[in-house]
Structures are given as structure tokens and as C-alpha cells.
């Protein structure tokens, strides 16, 4: 058992996977997070532009 624990802790065979692993998981989630902010402020500045666009009184401009 002794030889056989020392043998999995001296491997480095998985490393890379892990590597990707966590590197993926990040950059997962960066996105999330960064379309999550612009999302809010998108929607804040649709709401900003429907309240200025509401309080406009339409003209009756002739041709």
C-alpha cells in the first residue's frame, strides 16, 4: 500500500487535465459574471431611454 501511494503522488500524468479543468471553470465563470453586469446595465439604460422617450410629445409636423 505504501509503494503503491507514493507511486500516485509522484505521477503526473492528470496534472494537465486538472489544469483545464480549473482554467475552464474560471473563464465559465468571468463570462457569467461580465454578461451579468452588462445585462443590468443594459437594462438600465433601456429604462432611462423609455422614460425619456414616454415624457416626449409627439409633433404634428406638416411636409
Not at 489544469?19 to 471553470?25: E, M, P, Q, R, S
Not at 474560471?26 to 452588462?38: A, K, Q
Request: with cysteine; charged share 15%.
Amino acid at each position: 500500500m505504501a509503494v503503491f501511494s507514493c507511486k500516485f503522488f509522484h505521477e503526473e500524468d492528470g496534472n494537465a487535465t486538472i489544469d483545464w479543468i480549473v482554467l475552464t471553470a474560471s473563464l465559465v465563470i468571468l463570462g457569467l459574471t461580465i454578461g451579468y453586469v452588462v445585462s443590468n446595465g443594459a437594462n438600465d439604460v433601456a429604462t432611462e431611454i423609455n422614460t425619456s422617450l414616454g415624457s416626449l410629445e409627439p409633433s404634428n409636423q406638416n411636409s
